[in-house]
C-alpha cells in the first residue's frame, strides 16, 4: 500500500495539504472512536483489584474467575438462549416482510415500511417502557418469552433492510417461470428466491444477533433474577461491585462482535 499518492501535476502545495489533512481528521476521529472500547482490554490482564492505569502487574485471574463464576456462567447461558431465538424469529418475519413488500404494490406502502422498520429510530427506553407495561398483564414480564419477543422486534427491522436492499436486483421473472413450470409457492422460494438473497438474509441475521446479544435496557425492564443476560449482569456488577471481571467480559465481547463485524466482511466479499 502506497503512503504518498501520485498528485496530478496540476496539484497545488495547497492541494497537497488538503490531502494530508483529510487524512489525519480520519485517522483522528477513528482513534477518538476506538479509544474508549481499547483501553478497556489490558485492564482485563491487570493483577489490580481495581480499574487502574498505570497498570503494576499482569495476570489471568480475572478470566479464570470470569469462567469459575455461576452467575455469569448463568448469564452467558441466557443470552445464549435468548439471542438465537430471538434472531430466529427477526430472521423468518423480517424476510417474509421483505419479500412481501418487494413483490407487491399498494396503497400506504411506504406507512407500513415505516411502522416495520420504527423499533430501529423508537428511544429504547421508550420500548422498554411501554413493553413492560404491556407484558406485565399478560404474565410475559420476568420470562424468557418476553424478552425474546422484544428483541426478535428490535431485530427484525435489521432482517427487513438487508434483504430489500438485496431483492433491488432481483429478477421476478424467474419467480414466475417456475410459478409456471408447475413449482409451488413454498418450492420457488427456497429453490429460486432464497438462495439469491441468502447474503442479505445472513447479514441481517448477524445484525439482529449483535442486536439482542448486546442489548441492556429492555432487559433492565423485562428481565427477572432468571433471566439475567451478560449486559444486564454487567449492568449490575458496575453499579454494585466494580471488579476487573467486567473487562475480561467487556474483552471477549470485543473479541465476539468484531469476528461477527469479520463474518459480515467475508459475506460481502462473497457478494461482490
Known amino acids: 500500500m502506497k503512503l504518498m499518492p501520485d498528485f496530478p501535476a496540476y496539484a497545488t502545495p495547497l492541494d497537497k495539504a488538503g490531502w494530508w489533512a483529510l487524512r489525519l481528521f480520519c485517522v483522528a476521529v477513528l482513534v477518538y472512536l476506538l479509544a474508549p472500547i481499547l483501553v478497556i482490554m489490558p485492564l482485563s490482564f491487570s493483577e489490580s483489584s481495581f480499574l487502574v492505569y498505570p497498570i503494576h502487574g499482569w495476570s489471568l485471574k480475572w478470566y479464570e474467575n470470569l469462567f469459575s463464576s455461576e452467575e455469569w456462567a448463568r448469564a452467558a447461558k441466557n443470552s445464549f438462549i435468548v439471542a438465537p431465538a430471538a434472531t430466529l424469529i427477526a430472521t423468518v418475519l423480517g424476510t417474509t416482510a421483505a419479500v412481501g413488500l418487494a413483490r407487491t404494490s399498494f396503497p400506504f406502502k411506504g406507512l407500513l415500511m415505516s411502522l416495520l422498520i420504527a423499533p430501529m429510530v423508537v428511544p429504547i427506553v421508550v420500548v422498554g417502557v411501554s413493553t413492560y407495561l404491556f407484558f406485565a398483564p399478560l404474565g410475559l414480564a420476568d420470562s424468557y418469552l418476553g424478552l425474546i419477543v422484544v428483541h ?121
Open 152 to 272: 426478535a422486534a428490535l431485530g427484525a427491522p435489521f432482517v427487513l433492510t438487508t434483504v430489500l436492499a438485496t431483492l433491488q436486483g432481483f429478477d421476478h421473472n424467474l419467480v414466475r417461470a417456475s410459478l409456471g413450470l408447475g413449482e409451488t409457492p413454498m418450492r420457488t422460494f427456497f429453490r429460486i428466491t432464497l438462495p439469491v438473497i441468502a447474503p442479505g438474509v445472513v447479514s441481517g441475521a448477524l445484525f439482529a444477533f449483535a442486536t439482542s446479544f448486546d442489548e441492556v435496557v429492555v432487559a433492565l425492564f423485562l428481565a427477572g433474577p432468571e433471566q439475567l443476560t451478560l449486559p444486564r449482569q454487567m449492568f449490575n456488577g458496575i453499579r454494585e461491585n466494580i471488579s476487573p471481571t467486567i473487562a475480561a467480559v467487556a474483552t471477549l465481547l470485543i473479541l465476539f462482535t468484531t469476528s461477527l463485524l469479520g463474518v459480515l466482511e467475508w459475506i460481502r466479499g462473497r457478494r461482490a
